[in-house]
C-alpha cells in the first residue's frame, strides 16, 4: 500500500508537465526520498490513549505525570510539589504493571521498579500514548509484550523546510513556590540524511505552599485545624539530552544520550505533629541507547542497544530518627533484537529476543549486592483482513537471580500469552468493536526481596490476567461544524494473583511490602473528544473521560477487609479539558476528579480519605515577528483552592501561579 501511495504521488508531480515527446525520451529522473507516514482511522487493534502536538502542549501540565491524569484508568500518586515523586498505576494492576517506553526503548529501575514520572519534562515531548495490554504492533522488543499497560513517550523529531538548517526554542517559567524553569532546544541538520537536537532543562523551587491541615477523629470530633507552609520539598534539578536521527537506504538509526541530576528534599509525611523531614535524595540518572530499523523486502529488523547508571543518594538527619547515609548504585545493560515477516498482504510473523541484566550494590551494611539475568523470547502473528483484525502473542520470561553470601532464588519461567481482535461492522468504519485476553507476570523487585528494613524475601511473583471489550466511534470531516467526534467504552476484568503493595512507614523513601494474595479488579472506562468549528478562525474542543473501578480484596473470607476495595483506588474518577482557540488566543480549562478512597485495607470509617477535584486554567497569546515566534502562557492551577491530599498526610498546594514565555526560530 505505501509503495503504491509513492507512486501515485511521484506519478502525479511529473505527469502535468511533461509532453507526448517527453514522456518518449530515455531519460533518468533522480529524486530525494519520500517518506510518507499516515494511521488511518481506528487503526488501533489494542486500547489506545493519546495526547500529542498542541493538544498536549495546551494542558495544565509541568510533567508527563501530570499529563497523564487526562487519560481514563489512570491512578497518579503525588506526594506534592515541583519536586514529589509521582508514579502511575493504570487499572488498579499496580505501578510496576506499567511500563513507561521513552523513544523506542523501556525504562527500567530494578530496585524498586518505579519510575518517576515526575523527572520527565513535557518540553521535548510530541506525543504521549497509553496502551492497554501492549501496542498495536508485533514488531516491537520482546519486553514490551510483558507489561499489563504501557505508556509511550516520544520526543519531537526535527523536520525542515526546504533552505533550513536549523530550529531554536528558548522557555522560561516563573511562578509559584519560588519556580524558575528555563529549558532551550536547538535542532540541526546536519546533513541530507542525518539531524540532531540538544534539549536542556534546569528547575529550581523552594518548594514552599501553604496548606490547610485539618483531621476528624473516628467519633466525628475536630482533632486538627490549622494552617501550615510545606518545608523540606525543595528541588534543583538539571536536564540534558540529545538525539540524532538518521535515515538509510534501507532503514533509519537514532541515537539518544540522556541525563538527569538532581537534589531534592523529601518533605514526608505530616504525622504526629512532625511538620519538617531531615530526608534528601540526590538522583543521577543517565542512560545511552541506540536504535536501528531497517527493511529489506518482506523482512523488518528493529533493534535496539541500551546502557544506563542510576545513582541514588539517601540521606535522613531528623533527630528523633536513626542517622542514615546510603548511596545505591545500580547499572543496566539491555540488547534486543525484533524481527517481522510479511507471509502475504494480510499475514505478518514476529520473533523478539532480549536480554536484559541488572546489578544492585549500596554501602549498606550487610547488604546482599543481587544481580539479575532476564531473557525475554517472544512469538507473534497478526492478521488483517478488510473487517477483522486479529494480533495474538506469547512471551516467555526467564529470571536467573544471584545474591552475594546467600543461595540465590529459584529461577523463574514463565509462559504468558496474549490474543487481540478487533472489528469493523459498518461500511464507512467509523465503529469499531475490540476485545483482548492478556496474562502478564512480574517479578518481585530487589527491594520488594531484599532490601533491609523492609524487603521480603518471602514475597511471590505477581501474576495478571486482564480482559477487555470495549466499542469506539470515531468520525472527522472538513465540511462540517463539527470537524471531529471520538466516543470509546471498554468494560475490563483483571485478576491479580499475590499482589505486591508498598505503603508508607511514614519516611516517603522507605516502604513495607506484602502479597495481597487475590485481587479482584472490574471497571468501565469511558472517554470521548468533541472537536468544533463553528466559526471562521474559531475551534473549541472538549475532551472526558470517566472511570469506575471496584478492585476488592478477595484473598481470604476470615480476613476483616475480605471484599474491601484495596488502598487508594477511588470507585469513580474523571477528567474534563475544554479548549478554545481565536486568531493565536487560547484559553483552557482542565478539571480532575478522584472520588473517595480509603488508605489502608480495611474499608473502615477511620481510614476513609475523602474525594477530591482541581480546576486549572491557562490563557495564552501567539505572536510571530518576522521568523520568530513568541507564546505568552498564563496558568492559575487548583483555581478554587481545593484542600485535598492524593496520598494521606501529603497535602497538595492550594492554588497556584505559573507564567511561560517561549521564543521560537
Same mark, same amino acid.
Given at each position: ?54 493538544? *498536549? ?7 508527563? #505525570? ?55 519534562? *513535557? ?58 524553569? %528555563? ?172 536480554? *536484559?541484566?541488572?546489578?544492585? &550494590? ?17 512469538? #507473534?502473528?497478526? *492478521?488483517?483482513? &478488510? ?29 504468558? %500469552? ?53 466499542? #469506539? ?24 494473583? &499475590?499482589?505486591?503493595?508498598?505503603? %508508607? ?50 484473598? &481470604? ?109
Amino acid at each position: 500500500m505505501t509503495k503504491q501511495l509513492i507512486m501515485s504521488i511521484v506519478a502525479a508531480c511529473l505527469s502535468p508537465g511533461m509532453t507526448k515527446a517527453e514522456e518518449q525520451m530515455d531519460t533518468t529522473y533522480l529524486l530525494q526520498d519520500v517518506y510518507v507516514t499516515a494511521r488511518q482511522p481506528n487503526s488501533d487493534i489494542i486500547p489506545v490513549q493519546t495526547l500529542s502536538g498542541e493538544e *498536549l502542549r495546551r494542558l495544565n501540565s509541568n510533567s508527563i #505525570a501530570d499529563a497523564l491524569r487526562y487519560f481514563s484508568g489512570v491512578q497518579v500518586k503525588d506526594y506534592g510539589g515541583v519536586g514529589g515523586i509521582k508514579t502511575v498505576n493504570i487499572r488498579s494492576m499496580g505501578t510496576n504493571h506499567t511500563g513507561v517506553v521513552y523513544d523506542g526503548v523501556e525504562l527500567g529501575n530494578a530496585q524498586n521498579g518505579q519510575i518517576d514520572l515526575g523527572q520527565f519534562s *513535557l518540553d521535548n515531548i510530541e506525543a504521549l500514548s497509553l496502551y492497554n495490554g501492549q501496542k498495536s504492533e508485533i514488531l516491537q522488543p520482546a519486553k514490551d509484550f510483558g507489561s499489563a499497560g504501557t505508556i509511550y513517550m516520544r520526543t519531537r523529531t526535527p523536520f525542515f523546510d526546504e533552505g533550513e538548517t536549523y530550529h531554536a526554542r528558548a522557555t522560561i517559567r516563573t511562578g509559584s513556590f519560588d519556580l524558575l524553569n %528555563p529549558s532551550a532546544l536547538v535542532e540541526l541538520k546536519l546533513s541530507e540524511r542525518v539531524s540532531a537536537s540538544l534539549s536542556a532543562e534546569w528547575v529550581n523551587s523552594s518548594g514552599k505552599y501553604k496548606f490547610r491541615y485539618r483531621r476528624v477523629n473516628p467519633a466525628g470530633e475536630l482533632a486538627y485545624d490549622t494552617t501550615a507552609v510545606r518545608q523540606n520539598g525543595d528541588i534543583n534539578a538539571t536536564r540534558i539530552e540529545l538525539n540524532t536521527h538518521g535515515s538509510l537506504r534501507t532503514g533509519s538509526w537514532t541515537f539518544k544520550a540522556y541525563n538527569y541530576n538532581s537534589e531534592r528534599g523529601v518533605p514526608g509525611a505530616i504525622v504526629n505533629n512532625v511538620w519538617r523531614r531531615g530526608e534528601r535524595i540526590w538522583d543521577t540518572n543517565s542512560f545511552v541507547q541506540g536504535r536501528y530499523t531497517g527493511h529489506f523486502g518482506r523482512l523488518t529488523t528493529l533493534n535496539n542497544v541500551k546502557y544506563a547508571f542510576y545513582r541514588t543518594h539517601y540521606v535522613n538527619n531528623d533527630d528523633k530518627q536513626v542517622k542514615i547515609d546510603n548511596l545505591y548504585k545500580q547499572k543496566e545493560i539491555y540488547i534486543s533484537s525484533a524481527n517481522e515477516y510479511e507471509i502475504a498482504e494480510f499475514w505478518r510473523l514476529s520473533a523478539s529476543y532480549d536480554f *536484559l541484566w541488572n546489578d544492585l &550494590d549500596a554501602d549498606v551494611y550487610g547488604f546482599v549486592k543481587p544481580s539479575r539475568v532476564s531473557q525475554f523470547l517472544s512469538a #507473534a502473528t497478526a *492478521l488483517s483482513f &478488510d473487517r477483522v483484525k486479529v494480533q495474538a502473542s506469547a512471551l516467555g520470561t526467564f529470571i536467573h537471580d544471584r545474591i552475594e553470601g546467600q543461595k540465590a532464588p529459584r529461577d523463574k519461567c514463565v509462559f504468558t %500469552p496474549a490474543v487481540f481482535i478487533s472489528s469493523y461492522p459498518l461500511r464507512n468504519k467509523d465503529f469499531s468493536l475490540r476485545a483482548f485476553y492478556k496474562q502478564s507476570f512480574r517479578m518481585p523487585t530487589f527491594n520488594d526481596l531484599y532490601y533491609a528494613d523492609m524487603g521480603n524475601s518471602q514475597l511471590s511473583p505477581e501474576r495478571v490476567t486482564q480482559y477487555n471489550v470495549g466499542i #469506539a466511534y470515531e468520525h472527522s470531516t472538513y465540511s462540517s461544524p463539527v470537524s471531529a467526534a471520538r466516543l470509546s467504552a471498554d468494560v475490563y476484568y483483571n485478576k491479580v494473583k &499475590d499482589k505486591i503493595v508498598a505503603y %508508607p512507614k511514614g519516611q516517603q523513601f522507605r516502604w513495607t511490602m506484602l502479597n495481597l494474595g487475590l485481587v479482584d479488579i472490574r471497571g468501565i472506562d469511558l472517554t470521548g473528544l468533541l472537536t468544533l468549528h463553528p466559526y471562521k478562525d474559531l475551534y473549541v474542543t472538549v475532551r472526558a473521560q470517566y472511570t469506575f473501578q471496584r478492585a476488592i480484596d478477595v484473598t &481470604d473470607p476470615a480476613d476483616n477487609y475480605y471484599r474491601h476495595q484495596i488502598p487508594y483506588i477511588p470507585r469513580h474518577s474523571g477528567s474534563a479539558v475544554g479548549n478554545l482557540t481565536w486568531r493565536g488566543w487560547g484559553l483552557n480549562y482542565s478539571w480532575i476528579y478522584v472520588g473517595e478512597r480509603y488508605n489502608q485495607q480495611e474499608n473502615i470509617r477511620y481510614n476513609y480519605t475523602q474525594p477530591w477535584y482541581t480546576s486549572d486554567v491557562s490563557l495564552s497569546k501567539d505572536f510571530r515577528l518576522g521568523r520568530v515566534s513568541l507564546r505568552v502562557l498564563i496558568e492559575i492551577n487548583n483555581l478554587l483552592s481545593q484542600d485535598y491530599d492524593v496520598i494521606l498526610n501529603y497535602p497538595m498546594p492550594k492554588r497556584n501561579y505559573r507564567f511561560t514565555l517561549t521564543v521560537e526560530i
